[in-house]
Each structure stands twice: as structure tokens, then as C-alpha cells.
């Protein structure tokens, strides 16, 4: 038997850290065109299967070397980073979001390294919108003072569940899509069999020391600000009873666009 002598010229080794999937918030299917991702303390890179991936982070500098095993401290999900998402096209709204890391190193848990973590982003005021949607277009401004609101959250509910969310920008201007509303439904009037509207609600929230206040004058003169609102939805949304927040009763219908001039009462 003839024993081969083998020689490692040079080896190339790689260890991810998890990675992120950027989602429209509509249509929850992956947004492909290049997106522009900072991840504070951390390092990204974008594949060919269009995901984010993380390949290095400052707070977990040991776990680079650390193939077979990964160290054991820090705890998975300990660290936080802060990650900022800005789309060049400007068919999507520039957000904010907190990434935790190491991930959970055993597959099929639910925050586990091979899972990739969702990012939504939420459509600009100027995105294109399906036919058969029912759409909320809406203007916020503080009262008193009238400055546009950028940075606002905007929640549609019915039946005790979130139907649609979306983000305002530097203007104030939000769209907030609904999808899959149907043409008609069963009602609960015994005099009517269905109906072709649907009862929500909807609710906006505004954080003051995260979102941006624009003066009307340079809204209407069309003056945008040196940096555009960037909040955390997840954030808003989990603190919309602490924060300024407001609501109003709409009806849906699909395909029908209400077009509505919203105010807050910001301190």
C-alpha cells in the first residue's frame, strides 16, 4: 500500500455569527435589491442568496477561533447591537433595530444561528401598492404647533389583532397597506347577510426622544432634514401605551384608499 503525503498550502476558515433577512412588512416575501445595513460593534457582509450575514462582532471576538465548540460565555442572546437598515432606492422607510447575539448554537431552537432573523421594513409613502388592497394614507402633525411628525407608528387592528403597521417619514407622511381584506364577509347584523366594509382601528404612536419634529414651513418649501427619522417599530409598538399614541375608528375596504389628516398631543 502506497501512503500519501498530503501538504496544506493554506487553509481559509470562516465562522458566522447568525445572519438577516430583510422582509417587505406588506407581502412578508425577502427584498432582494441591495440594502445599506450598519451593525455597530459588528461586521457584515451580504451573500449571493441576498442575506446579511454577520462574520464578526467586537463582544464575541473569541467565538471567531471556535469551530467544534462555541465558547460558552456570553450567554446566547446577551449582547445587544444596534443595526440600521436604509434602503438607496427609497422604496422603503430607513429603521432601526436591536440584534442579539451569539445566537443558539443547536439547530431547530427558535433563536437558533442557522435561522436567519427577519427584519420588516415598511414601505415609503411613493411604493407601489397591489390592486385589491386597502390602503391608509396619513398626514401627522403635533398639536399644538403643527410639525410634521417623521418617525410615527402607525397600527391598524381588528378583532383583537394587527392587521397592518406602518412607519411616517421626515414629512409625516405614512402609507399603511392592508392586504388580504376581503370584498365581502359575513356580518353580524341579522338584517344584513354580508357586508363590503371591514371595522378597525387605527392607532398612532410617536416617541418624542426618538422620533423627528419638522417645521411646516419646511415641509411645504420641501427642505429635508441633515439625517431622516430612524426608529425601532418593535420598540414603539411594545411602549405604545407609555408613549404619545391617539386613535380613530376606520373602515377597510378592498381596493378603497382613505386618505386622512392625523393629530398628537406631543409635550
Known sequence: MTALLLRELERVETRVLGAVRCIDAVTRAQIDTPLQLQLAGGTLRRNRSGLYVVVGADALAA???????????PAPGS???????????GRYLPRRAVLRLPRDPVAGQPDDLFTPVELALYPAAAAPTGANWSLLRASLHAQPGGDALGGALLLVRADGRVLAR??????????????GVPVTTWSDDPDAMVVSELAAELQWVFDPAAGLRTPLASVQAGR?????????PERLEARAATLPNATQAVALAAGRTLSLSLVLAVP
Open 79 to 89: 449582547v445587544e447591537l444596534a443595526l440600521s437598515v436604509q434602503d438607496p432606492l
Open 224 to 232: 429635508a432634514p441633515a439625517a431622516l427619522p430612524l426608529v425601532d
Open 166 to 179: 406602518g412607519l411616517s417619514d421626515w414629512r409625516g407622511e405614512a402609507l399603511v397597506p392592508v392586504p
Open 63 to 73: 467565538h471567531a477561533a471556535a469551530f467544534a465548540l462555541p465558547p460558552a460565555a
